[in-house]
């Protein structure tokens, strides 16, 4: 009689589930892959989408296409929305009951807004397309609103930019504001001056990109500045609303500016809570669930969390930070398990190699931790163009965004620059409309 095969699903098609179903290829095991989007989505570059210098499509690929040709796995386009531990069953959304032998759950991260969470409408993060598209739009907006205010004060508001948040992607976000202003936009508006725009980057920690080395810090402020970013450390934000920012610490300022971006943390997607109810999974500040040194789930070895879902603090006592490369590891390594087990075999332990750091800051400028080298200036910037190129899903997307970035070096342009949605931004509505509007959104 044959043996049926183990059943894995995989929850999350991004850095993490992909790269676990991909590692199983070859093993004798059926796939089911589920996610609530059809793609896997390049997280890095949404910067670029939200500034115009990428369109959705060169960041995405869909699932289905990049599995095609992998005959063990099975794609879902659903929400899991619970579990049945007794079952061994994940339920999407619809009802639908999904069955499991062995379950890796890799569903990421959202925004954290630290208790403040009636701040998103105003300052949307980035993590989804949608809020890649959404920045885009407010990003636009401004400048066409800017272009029809008649009063200075307003004009100045909307040529004003607050970004919240100094990690990579505060930093690569408004650096790509500035430069977008600075460069791109001058010449495209007729009442206003593009180059009078002011970026503002504020960060709670003595220094932006506090992981890095100091000196890599300071070159990518110095960056910054050069592009003409403001940058406030040690400041956070205290208070927002619609068109003002209040400012506390080391700046204590109330900011007029209509377009904030949140760029300040992140916490676990709602799956956690989840894992909490059903299998008793301890969770830290963050929502991330604690995990064991083969990253399955305390009594549950059947069940693993890997990404941004996991707090793995095992090799170092601090757990591991939320980005691909960790996801891509955790990910392998938990593929490399399950073919142990399926063989009998024993798997050494898991040791996460860290291949570095690296944040851009506009044209010719970056700064990259490499551990065997730092660099920074125009040789980090090839050394980032080189990398994230390299870990793009699919050929053809690579070659797209080599033409695309080349003539957006030469020519300083930045072609996806599209207002999509007919509602405006909510910093446009009235104070007393805006929670009607929250909940249309």
């Known amino acids: 009689m044959k043996r049926a095969l ?66 063990n796995v099975e794609v879902v386009l659903g929400d899991v929305t619970d579990l049945d531990p007794d079952t061994h069953e994940v339920i999407l959304g619809d009802g639908e009951r999904i069955p499991y032998d062995t379950l890796i759950l890799a569903t990421g991260a959202t925004h954290h807004y630290f208790g403040q969470d009636q701040w998103e409408p105003f300052a949307p993060g980035l993590k989804t397309l949608e809020d890649a598209q959404e920045m885009r739009r407010r990003i636009l907006w401004a400048f066409e609103q800017a272009e029809r205010a008649e009063d200075p004060q307003e ?91 209040e400012c506390a610490g080391a700046h204590e300022d109330t900011l007029r500016a209509q377009t904030v971006f949140w760029a300040a943390g992140a916490r676990a997607s709602s799956l956690c809570s989840v894992l909490q109810e059903r299998l008793h999974a301890p969770l830290d500040r963050n929502q991330r669930v604690m995990v064991e040194l083969d990253w399955s789930l305390p009594g549950h070895p059947e069940v693993f969390v890997i990404g941004d879902l996991a707090h793995y603090a095992h090799q170092t006592g601090a757990p591991l930070p939320g980005v691909a490369q960790v996801a891509m590891q955790s990910g392998k390594y938990v593929a490399r398990r399950i073919r142990d087990q399926l063989n009998q075999k024993s798997t050494k332990s898991f040791r996460y190699l860290n291949l570095g750091d690296m944040a851009v800051i506009g044209r010719n400028a970056a700064v990259a931790n490499l551990h065997v080298m730092r660099l920074g200036g125009f040789l980090a910037w090839l050394a980032w163009l080189f990398i994230h190129l390299m870990y793009l899903v699919g050929y053809e997307s690579k070659l797209i965004v080599l033409i695309q970035w080349a003539w957006n070096y030469f020519s300083r342009n930045r072609r996806a620059r599209l207002i999509l949605g007919e509602k405006p931004p909510l910093e446009t509505i009235p104070a007393p409309e805006v929670e009607k509007q929250r909940q249309n959104v």
């Open 6 to 71: 183990t059943r894995i699903v995989v929850v999350g098609g991004g850095f993490g589930g992909l790269s676990a179903v991909r590692a199983l290829k070859h093993a004798p095991v059926q796939i089911t892959l589920i996610d609530k989007r059809n793609f896997h989505l390049f997280q890095p570059l949404l910067y670029q989408v939200a500034t115009g210098g990428l369109s959705p499509a060169d960041i995405a690929a869909p699932l289905r296409s990049i599995l095609k040709k992998q005959n």
């Open 155 to 245: 004009r100045d508001a909307w040529l004003t930019f607050v970004v919240i948040g100094g990690g990579p992607t505060g930093v690569e976000l408004s650096g790509a504001i500035a430069e977008l202003a600075h460069h791109t936009l001058k010449r495209d508006f007729r009442r206003i001056d593009p180059t009078q725009t002011t970026v503002y980057l504020l960060e709670n920690a003595e220094r932006v990109l506090p992981p890095y080395p100091p000196d890599l810090s300071a070159k990518a402020q110095k960056s910054l500045e050069k592009l003409g970013v403001i940058v406030w450390t040690q400041t956070r934000a205290a208070n927002m609303e619609p068109g003002s920012v």
